[in-house]
């Protein structure tokens, strides 16, 4: 029995060839050869198991909003999370998460409850399970200040909570970017605040990025990770290389740190532009900027 043999042997629906650049923010990427969406933990075990199986790699996509896909697509499966995933719970003043929900509803969420803790990562455009992996911050704040734990499916297909003390979160990372497990949920432990406060607090966050960072093209966020000392985008600029192309990537003339599909951009178009961003930089100012978008895909 095959792959999607499994798959209908357990109403798990799946697309075959579908392309990338129609779930990643950049709007980049060729086909993955299958797309399976999973609403719940027992899908998700049999879809992984099933993979396994049959030697067949597999990831799971968020919001696809940090990920450069190769133009030649994804070999073996992309597994959404749906369903389950996507729901939000409040207790008091703990939330808890699905991996496959935005983390702006994440936000809007513990605004409707008046808690207090989320605004800086109200406009941040990702999922929830995303914003773990990467411990996703901005201005000021990260996921770390107010994770309480993580819930994960290991490579064995247990399922287990994870304290956030454990799970070491640091500057864009954690220990799910090389312990092979799968974040399902997170919790959040928050605190009482003013709804008012709170609104014009996330207002405040969502202009600062309508005004500064080029929204109305296609990217994936902030390309570089914050070199120490120095700030990336500020580097960039210095070097004269804002608005500078390759292909259809565009180094931001609006925020230096960032790449946008000004249109038809390919994988290796924005690679190239990295690269030469990364080189000029370095030659330059003596830093060099280590990427924070992850490229994936064949040819990785």
């Known amino acids: 029995m095959n792959l999607t043999d499994k798959l209908n042997k357990s109403n798990i629906p799946y697309v075959l060839n579908e392309p990338m650049s129609a779930h990643t923010t950049f709007k980049i990427g060729g086909a993955a050869d299958i797309m399976i969406t999973v609403r719940s933990v027992e899908e998700l075990k049999t879809a992984v198991s099933a993979c396994k199986d049959e030697n067949i790699p597999y990831m799971i996509l968020g919001n696809g909003s940090n990920l450069l896909v190769s133009d030649d697509g994804i070999e073996g499966a992309v597994i959404v999370l749906d369903g389950d995933f996507k ?82 979160l640091g500057y864009r990372t954690s220990v799910f970017k090389t312990n092979g497990e799968i974040i399902l949920f997170s919790k959040y432990q928050l605190h009482k605040g003013d709804k008012t406060a709170i609104k014009e607090h996330m207002d405040d966050v969502m202009n600062r990025r309508k005004t500064k960072q080029p929204l109305e093209y296609p990217s994936a966020g902030s390309v570089f990770k914050r070199p120490e000392g120095a700030f990336a985008g500020t580097l960039i600029e210095q070097c004269g290389l804002k608005g500078r192309t390759v292909g259809g990537a565009q180094v931001s003339e609006k925020h230096a740190g960032f790449i946008i599909n000004i249109g038809g951009a390919t994988c290796d178009d924005v690679m190239n532009l990295v690269k030469l961003v990364q080189e000029t930089v370095k030659a330059e100012t003596g830093y060099f900027l280590e990427r924070e978008i992850i490229r994936t895909g064949r040819g990785e």
């Open 87 to 168: 729901e939000i719970t409040v207790d008091g003043d703990t939330i808890t998460a699905g991996a496959g929900a935005k983390l702006s509803k994440l936000c809007t969420v513990a605004l409707d409850e008046a808690l207090s803790g989320l605004e800086f990562a109200y406009g941040i455009p990702g999922s929830v399970g995303g914003a773990v992996y990467m411990n996703a911050g901005a201005y000021g704040g990260e996921m770390k200040d107010v994770l309480l734990s993580a819930i994960a499916l290991t490579a064995d297909g247990e399922v287990h909570e994870i304290p956030a003390a454990a799970l070491q």
